[in-house]
């Protein structure tokens, strides 16, 4: 018995060496530490301030979050969570940019930069662009509207609430720019509908832009698609109404100074030829 037992001791021990490699290897580096250990909160923050300078943001992002985590109820912790919608902004990560400010005004409604929140989320939409666009040259007008919308919200929001914000000039510059963006997409819109005869479409989508946009860039072709669609669909009335506010608004237009081919029923494939 004496000589058995450190044999099965020797046999169980080299069928566990096994089990205990693999579970060092489901657990991690056991040698992996932590090197905010023992630190106070504002020298995470610092350091988390150093790394976005170096332009780090993967490293700031987490020093940010452990600041949090381990002192959240601190000042530090507070403008941690007004440094990681930016981090996230310059990682060109829209939807988590939109969340963590969402989140910041959520926590700190009254805060003294809670207008800087409403702007990085109007901006983040604002900069989105898809894998696609990136590589090619498609219009920002030639996009998906949504993302555009939501920035004009977002900014519009901050313009309402905070007309002293040091934000307040370039995010009235950018909502200009989002209209005239958006009545060009519904222009683009209209254009393809009108090369596929679809007149009523075509027409639905000029009257949109005359009715939401109307001091957009677009309000001059979406008179002349107007013109033409209701021309191609015989609604004669309509059409000489809409020509005579085209030609009181517009009277430099070539369809109204009679440069225009006489077929007036190509008049809005003439105006896209000036693009």
């Given at each position: 018995?004496?000589?058995?037992?450190?044999?099965?001791?020797k046999?169980?021990?080299?069928l566990?060496?096994?089990?205990?490699?693999?579970s060092?290897?489901?657990?991690?580096d056991?040698?992996?530490l932590?090197?905010?250990?023992?630190?106070?909160?504002d020298?995470?923050?610092?350091?988390?301030?150093?790394?976005?300078?170096?332009k780090?943001y993967?490293?700031?992002?987490?020093?940010f979050?452990?600041l949090?985590?381990?002192?959240?109820?601190?000042?530090?912790?507070?403008?941690?969570?007004?440094?990681?919608?930016?981090i996230?902004y310059?990682?060109?990560d829209?939807?988590?940019?939109?969340?963590a400010?969402?989140?910041?005004?959520?926590?700190h409604?009254?805060?003294?930069?809670?207008?800087y929140?409403?702007?990085?989320?109007?901006?983040?939409?604002?900069?989105?662009?898809g894998?696609?666009?990136?590589y090619?040259?498609?219009?920002?007008?030639?996009?998906d509207?949504?993302?555009?919308?939501l920035?004009?919200?977002?900014?519009?929001?901050?313009v309402?609430r905070?007309?002293?914000?040091?934000?307040?000039k370039d995010?009235?510059?950018?909502m200009?720019y989002?209209?005239?963006?958006l009545?060009?997409?519904?222009?683009?819109v209209?254009?393809?509908?009108?090369?596929?005869?679809?007149y009523l479409?075509?027409?639905?989508?000029a009257?949109?832009?005359?009715?939401?946009?109307?001091?957009?860039?677009?309000?001059e072709?979406?008179?002349?698609v107007?013109v033409?669609?209701?021309d191609?669909?015989d609604?004669?009335?309509?059409?000489?109404?809409?020509l005579?506010?085209?030609?009181t608004?517009?009277p430099?237009?070539?369809?109204?100074?009679g440069?225009?081919?006489?077929?007036?029923?190509?008049?809005w494939?003439?105006?896209?030829?000036?693009?």
């Amino acid at each position: 018995m004496k000589r058995i037992l450190p044999l099965y001791c020797k046999s169980i021990g080299a069928l566990l060496l096994p089990f205990v490699l693999s579970s060092c290897a489901i657990f991690g580096d056991p040698t992996e530490l932590d090197d905010t250990r023992g630190w106070q909160a504002d020298r995470i923050y610092a350091e988390g301030e150093a790394k976005m300078i170096d332009k780090d943001y993967d490293k700031a992002l987490v020093y940010f979050q452990k600041l949090e985590s381990r002192f959240p109820h601190g000042k530090y912790a507070t403008q941690a969570q007004l440094e990681i919608p930016y981090i996230h902004y310059k990682k060109q990560d829209p939807v988590s940019t939109v969340i963590a400010a969402d989140r910041f005004i959520k926590l700190h409604p009254n805060h003294p930069n809670v207008d800087y929140a409403y702007y990085i989320k109007g901006l983040a939409s604002f900069s989105e662009r898809g894998v696609i666009e990136r590589y090619t040259a498609q219009e920002i007008s030639d996009r998906d509207p949504k993302t555009l919308k939501l920035s004009f919200a977002a900014l519009k929001e901050l313009v309402d609430r905070f007309p002293k914000s040091r934000y307040f000039k370039d995010a009235t510059q950018r909502m200009l720019y989002l209209v005239n963006a958006l009545a060009q997409h519904e222009m683009h819109v209209a254009r393809y509908y009108m090369k596929r005869t679809a007149y009523l479409a075509a027409l639905n989508r000029a009257k949109y832009v005359l009715e939401y946009y109307p001091n957009s860039t677009s309000i001059e072709e979406a008179l002349v698609v107007s013109v033409s669609a209701y021309d191609y669909m015989d609604l004669t009335d309509l059409k000489d109404d809409t020509l005579r506010i085209l030609k009181t608004n517009y009277p430099q237009n070539p369809m109204v100074l009679g440069k225009a081919t006489e077929d007036e029923r190509i008049w809005w494939k003439f105006w896209e030829s000036l693009y």
